[in-house]
C-alpha cells in the first residue's frame, strides 16, 4: 500500500453493519475499495440504541474482519449518522455595509455564523452546511458572490443539524470497538454523492434511501441541497406487519417474505399454523405498508416547498428497493417520474448495490477531500519550484550583467594600460 491513503468507513444500520477499507494513490489519480464486510447488528432496532454493549461487539467483528483480510490495525473510522432527530432548518441572512465594498469569503462565514445563531440550538450539532439565493444588492442570484463589489450581500442558509448526544453516544460505542471517530457525514447526504449526478440535481430531484429502519429524503435544485427530512419507517415495518397479522416469528415472516416476492404465482399458498396464504395476501401486506412510504415521500415533498422544482423526479435507493413490489407500487402511486438510484461503481466493488449507496457515498465524501489537500499542495509546490525558478533567471541575469559589467571595466583598464605606449 506504499504511501497511498487508507480510510475506513462504518455505517451502522438496523439490520447490518456495513464497513469497507478505501484507498487512494498518492497522487490522488485511483480510488480502490480494498475490502467490504458486512455483519448482523445487534443492540439496535428502529434507529434507537438498546444495548451499546451488542451494538459495539458488532462494530468489532467487522472491523476484525478486515484487520484479518487486510493485516492491519483500523484506529480511526468515518461513521455516517441518520434518523429522526436529523433536522433541517434554513433562514434568509442579510449583511449591510456601510460603503461599497469587495465581497470577501469572511462575509460569507459571516452569514453562516448569523445563520448558526439564529438555528442552532445548544444541544445540536451541525452536520451540513449549505449557501443558495446568494445576491449582491438587489441584482439577480450568483453563484459565487466572493469579489463582487457592493452595500449588500443576502442569501439563504440551510443547515442539516442533530442531537450532540446522539454523536456521543455513537462515539462512546465505536470507541469500545477498538476505534476512533474520524468524521461523521449525514446518511442521505452521502447516499446522494454515490448515486446523484450533476445533471440530477441541477434540474431538481428527490432521493429516497429506504433503509431497515428509517427513510430518509433529500431535495437538490440548482446543485444545491434545499430539503432533508427523515421518518422512522423502513423495510422492517414489512416484517413485524407479518408477525402481527399472521402472529408468526421474524424469521418466520422473513421466510415467507421472501418466498412470497420470489413467487410469479399469485395463487401460490403458504401454510401458517392453520391458515392457508396466498402469494396475494403477503403482496398486498407489502402493499399496505407501502403506501405509507408513498404517503411520507408526497407530504413532505409538499411540505418542502419544492413541488415545481423536480425536474428529474424521485430517484429510489436503500436496501429496500431492490423489492420490486416496493419500488412498482411507489412508481405507480406517487404521481412523479420515479426510477431506482444506484451508487457509482469503484474499482473492487464494481457490483454496487443500492444498500451501499450511504457506505460509498461517504468514501467519495472524505476521499474527495483527501484528493482537494493533494491537489492543493501540487500548486503550492508548483508555485514554488516557478518563484524558485525565477529566483535562479533573476540571479543568472544578475550574474550576466555583473560579469559583463566586470569585462566592460577590465577592456577598460586594457584600453587605458595599452593607451600608454601609443
Known amino acids: 500500500m506504499g504511501t497511498n491513503i487508507l480510510k475506513f468507513i462504518l455505517d451502522i444500520g438496523n439490520s447490518k453493519i456495513k464497513m469497507l477499507a478505501g484507498e487512494l494513490s498518492e497522487d490522488g489519480s485511483k480510488l480502490n475499495i480494498l475490502k467490504h464486510v458486512e455483519v448482523d447488528s445487534e443492540g439496535i432496532k428502529k434507529s434507537v440504541i438498546e444495548s451499546p454493549a451488542l451494538l459495539s461487539e458488532s462494530i468489532r467483528k467487522a472491523k476484525e474482519m478486515i484487520e484479518e483480510e487486510l493485516n492491519l490495525n483500523i484506529e480511526k473510522v468515518n461513521l455516517g449518522i441518520g434518523g429522526t432527530k436529523v433536522c433541517s432548518r434554513t433562514t434568509n441572512i442579510k449583511l449591510s ?165 420470489s413467487s410469479n404465482d399469485l395463487e401460490e399458498t403458504f401454510i401458517i399454523g392453520n391458515r392457508k396464504v396466498s402469494t396475494k395476501n403477503i403482496i398486498d401486506a407489502i402493499n399496505a405498508r407501502t403506501d405509507d412510504f408513498v404517503k411520507f415521500i408526497r407530504n413532505t415533498i409538499q411540505d418542502s416547498g419544492f413541488t415545481g422544482y423536480l425536474g428529474k423526479g424521485i430517484c429510489l435507493t436503500g436496501g429496500v428497493t431492490r423489492i420490486d413490489e416496493t419500488y412498482d407500487w411507489i412508481k405507480g402511486n406517487l404521481g412523479y417520474s420515479v426510477k431506482r438510484a444506484y451508487p457509482i461503481s469503484i474499482s473492487g466493488i464494481e457490483d454496487s448495490k443500492p444498500e451501499m449507496s450511504v457506505c460509498i457515498g461517504i468514501l467519495i465524501e472524505v476521499m474527495e477531500e483527501e484528493y482537494n489537500k493533494i491537489e492543493k499542495n501540487k500548486k503550492l509546490k508548483e508555485k514554488e519550484e516557478k518563484v524558485l525558478k525565477q529566483d535562479v533567471i533573476q540571479n543568472d541575469n544578475k550574474e550576466q550583467q555583473l560579469n559583463k559589467k566586470i569585462e566592460k571595466e577590465r577592456f577598460k583598464k586594457i584600453k587605458m594600460w595599452f593607451s600608454n605606449f601609443i
Not at 200 to 226: C, P, S
Open 97 to 261: 455595509f456601510e460603503e461599497e465594498k469587495e465581497i470577501k469569503e469572511s462575509d460569507l462565514n459571516k452569514l453562516y455564523e448569523l445563520a448558526k445563531e439564529e438555528l442552532k440550538y445548544s444541544d445540536e450539532e451541525i452536520l451540513k452546511k449549505e449557501y443558495y439565493n446568494l445576491r449582491v444588492d438587489n441584482a439577480g442570484i450568483v453563484k459565487n458572490p466572493v469579489g463582487l463589489s457592493g452595500k449588500e450581500l443576502q442569501g439563504d442558509i440551510h443547515l442539516v443539524l442533530t442531537k450532540s448526544s446522539d454523536i456521543e453516544d455513537l462515539k462512546e460505542i465505536v470507541i469500545r470497538s477498538g476505534m476512533e471517530i474520524e468524521s461523521v457525514c449525514f446518511n442521505a447526504y452521502a447516499a446522494s454523492r454515490a448515486t446523484l449526478s450533476f445533471e440530477d440535481k441541477d434540474k431538481g430531484v428527490a432521493l429516497i434511501d429506504i433503509g431497515e429502519g428509517t427513510t430518509d429524503i433529500i431535495i437538490y435544485k440548482n446543485n444545491k441541497m434545499i430539503y432533508v427530512k427523515s421518518l422512522s419507517l423502513g423495510g422492517m415495518h414489512y416484517i413485524s406487519d407479518l408477525e402481527y397479522i399472521y402472529k408468526i416469528s421474524k424469521e418466520e415472516a422473513l421466510k415467507i417474505m421472501d418466498k412470497a416476492i
